[in-house]
């Protein structure tokens, strides 16, 4: 009889745990995101810098929902817009959506980036406007765009 109600104390507290350690049923969608992105259409204006140095995307994991984006982006012929967005929300397996404010390097003040980013197979897509806080002209406006693919 100890023998038995061993075994059946054994298999009850085995299934308590188990069930028990289910932490989330969240689909962790921001793992295949993860990786450097570059633009191989993007050919420097110096000659004396690699496209991947200048026009890249970097993603990181945070969580299973949130993804952190380091941009460098070319916005004119000239102009490099370099930020890294630290709570980038996804929306499923292939769409997120920026909403945050932070800093552009190149430029002073603060900015509220808002946008998507999309991720079709390999390529990843991100368009945003950033627009300064304390927006006083139409130069205070900033688009952000880059269109990249895997770099394996």
């Known amino acids: ?54 026009n890249n995307v970097i993603v990181s994991k945070v969580n299973a929902s949130t993804l ?7 916005e004119t012929n000239y102009i490099y817009t370099y930020v890294t967005l630290k709570n980038v929300s996804l929306n499923g397996a292939t769409k997120a959506s920026i909403d945050e404010t932070d800093a552009l390097t ?12 999309e991720l079709n197979g390999t390529q990843l897509t991100l368009n945003a406007i950033a627009t300064n806080t304390a927006a006083t002209k139409e130069s205070d406006v900033r688009t952000l765009h880059f269109s990249g693919f895997y770099n394996q």
């Open 106 to 117: 190149e430029s002073t003040g603060t900015y509220h980036i808002k946008g998507t980013v």
């Open 1 to 54: 009889m100890r023998k038995i109600l061993f075994i059946a104390t054994v298999l009850a507290t085995t299934v308590f745990m188990t069930s028990c350690s289910k932490s989330s049923n969240e689909t962790d969608y921001a793992s295949k995101w993860a990786g450097v992105y570059n633009d191989p259409t993007s050919v420097p204006n110096d000659g004396t810098s690699t496209t991947a140095s200048l």
């Open 68 to 74: 952190k984006i380091q941009v460098k982006a070319l």
